[in-house]
């Protein structure tokens, strides 16, 4: 992930939860700015924002009043709904085919009535009367951690089980700092862009096939001291939100095993991969079945994330796989690494390649890596002084020189060790890449371990 760790996950989490239907719910300390990236985020897709702040609402603010009206005629006298404001709106702007992304803020720090309010309308998308939001309308929320709110609230595990709970926290205090401390222009950089395309039923069937076999794996697998560690029941729930161990999870459930298909489908469909975008989609897939269950200690917690980890990634990247071969298969087109990395173009052509492999096919684009691997790393004096002052500069160059060293490192590894027929002739311009770069990545690396 880059420099906007907060922006970048909102958004994909946005992106995903309006192609896949699974409601997400933004778990955040007070002032990460997720009103603003959210707004931000509806203002360049053409959305209309509408927040409701759950404290300032009452019930009937969100859903509706009902009010007594007396037929003229007859005498007669029923109750009719006097729709809320932001519903009026939400309407009007459908009218004039402008879509609507519904905020539902402080989900967390509000009363009963209205918090079932608001959770109305994620889950059932009505207000009162059984009047139906548009269909081209966003809704995503948002909570505080526990930890941060009077005691008399809570979020019931239950209703936290409803949701694909993304939990927005920084590692460090140096990641926070570079993303809230930046020029206001370099907020806009890099801004990510989804495609959309058609998954087949076949790779549909696969995804649910390999869905059974990693989740098989762990219920069968995952015992601790003879005990079997999931209950698929889940009897007992306990209050995973009063949690403050900096995350909160959800326990596996049937309602979040199918959303677990849901938003691995959207990943496929949106071209995400896990090179670029795996601790994004981590961030998701932990919220649906990061729990696993209540009883889990410590040690057990994070075997079991662990496990997740490497079975649901190995599950993915084939998946990237099988989709990357058949869309070869379609367009017949070479890999295009024109505006990527060094490190993203090295990762798509393994990828590319071990696919290939399945296929009995030969990489037709380690050529045209090898092209765009020069165009950025030349061995000209003046480039590499360039670099130089870049990383002199620049803390994201170093880590961005660091990280294309280690792929390079590996590609000349897998074609010494591949049988490439074009692959010889290549060895010697990565070699000389690798001894020009030599004392710029060992200073590079040097300054990112003294940050």
């Keep these: 992930m880059g420099l ?45 924002l509408e927040t409701l702040i759950g404290s300032r609402f009452t019930q009937e603010e969100i859903l509706g009043f009902q009010v007594r009206i007396e037929d003229k005629v007859s005498g007669e006298t029923y109750l009719e709904l006097l729709e809320a404001h932001w519903y009026r709106s939400v309407i009007q702007y459908e009218k004039q085919n402008i879509p609507s992304l519904l905020f539902l803020d402080e989900l967390s720090t509000v009363q009963e009535n209205v918090q079932g309010a608001m959770l109305q309308l994620v889950f059932d998308r009505t207000i009162g009367h059984g009047k139906k939001l548009p269909d081209s309308t966003i809704i995503v929320s948002a909570a505080n951690y526990k930890q941060n709110i009077p005691f008399i609230f809570n979020i019931m595990a239950p209703i936290l089980n409803r949701f694909c709970i993304v939990n927005l926290r920084y590692e460090n205090n140096r990641a926070f700092l570079d993303e809230f401390l930046q020029d206001e222009k370099s907020r806009t950089d890099d801004l990510p862009v989804y495609i959309n395309t058609n998954i087949d039923d076949e790779t549909k069937t696969y995804l649910r096939e390999g869905l059974k076999t990693m989740l098989a794996v762990i219920f069968e697998q995952n015992t601790f001291d003879e005990q079997n560690l999931l209950d698929i029941n889940n009897q007992i729930y306990n209050n995973i939100y009063e949690s403050d161990t900096g995350y909160v999870y959800n326990f596996i459930t049937g309602r979040t095993v199918y959303y677990l298909y849901r938003i691995t489908l959207s990943f496929l469909c949106k071209g995400l991969s896990v090179s670029r975008h795996g601790q994004m989609m981590m961030n998701m897939v932990f919220g649906l079945i990061g729990l696993g269950t209540n009883s889990f200690n410590e040690i057990q917690q994070k075997l079991y994330l662990k496990k997740i980890e490497t079975l649901w990634t190995k599950l993915y990247t084939e998946l990237e796989s099988k989709c990357l071969r058949d869309a070869d298969k379609k367009s017949g087109a070479k890999l295009d690494f024109e505006g990527k990395s060094v490190s993203g173009a090295i990762n798509e052509w393994v990828l590319y390649n071990e696919a290939a492999i399945f296929d009995n096919n030969t990489d037709v684009s380690l050529e045209a890596l090898m092209r765009h691997i020069s165009g950025i790393y030349g061995t000209e004096r003046d480039r590499i002084e360039n670099f130089a002052l870049r990383i002199k500069e620049d803390p994201s160059a170093r880590f961005s020189l660091t990280e294309d060293m280690q792929k390079i490192d590996y590609l000349v590894s897998t074609i010494e060790s591949g049988n490439f027929k074009s692959g010889v002739c290549f060895l010697e311009a990565l070699r000389k890449i690798q001894e020009a770069y030599a004392p710029l990545r060992e200073s590079a690396f040097n300054k990112l371990l003294d940050e």
């Design 4 to 48: 906007n760790k907060i922006r970048d996950a909102i958004e994909l989490a946005i992106v995903v939860s309006a192609h896949s239907g699974v409601p997400v719910l933004f778990l955040a300390n007070p002032g990460l700015a997720k009103s603003t990236i959210i707004g931000n985020w509806a203002a360049r897709n053409g959305y209309h």
